[in-house]
């Protein structure tokens, strides 16, 4: 292999790297969720963990999600494993799904120590940008195996609207 070649190698890997990285970006950056616990979460205190990069006081956590459109409705699926459904308030509006809720913190009942916690866990905001606009009246969440489901009807002239969504 010459130095060309080897060049050559070289930029495509890092053309390929470049553009894996940028995807990654900006597929992640917005299901990048921010948890914040409080007094009810229930997380150990810090000298109860090996983990040196456990932080108790706030943690970031991928909540990835699925957004799906057709000509009458906009179906929102958003992972948000370990919760109790009604842990969770979904709110719909004119064009933005916002989901709340907090996250609690189970302990084990036997004697031990913690050496890894990487859940997130505490209270929470996740925006959705929908990409029309819905009536919000007429939304449908339903919250199955750590996945939740918002079904939203479309309107075709939209005024803006909000409402609370109750979880089946």
Request: charged share 25%; glycine share 6%.
């Amino acid at each position: 292999m010459n130095l060309n070649e080897l060049k050559q190698s070289f930029s495509t890997l890092w053309d390929s790297m470049a553009e894996g990285w940028q995807h990654l970006r900006q597929s992640a950056s917005s299901a990048l969720t921010g948890f914040k616990p409080g007094q009810n979460t229930g997380l150990p205190d810090r000298k109860q963990v090996d983990d040196m990069f456990y932080i108790p006081s706030g943690t970031w956590s991928m909540l990835g999600n699925n957004l799906f459109e057709d000509d009458t409705r906009v179906v929102v699926q958003l992972e948000i494993p370990g919760m109790d459904k009604n842990a969770l308030q979904v709110e719909a509006q004119e064009n933005l799904l916002v989901v709340r809720g907090e996250k609690r913190f189970r302990r084990e009942d036997t004697e031990g120590r913690y050496r890894v916690l990487q859940c997130a866990y505490g209270s929470f905001e996740r925006v959705v940008q929908l990409p029309a606009a819905v009536v919000s009246e007429q939304a449908v969440a339903t919250y199955s195996d750590g996945v939740l489901r918002v079904e939203l009807p479309k309107v075709s002239a939209a005024t803006p609207r909000r409402h609370t969504v109750p979880i089946a």
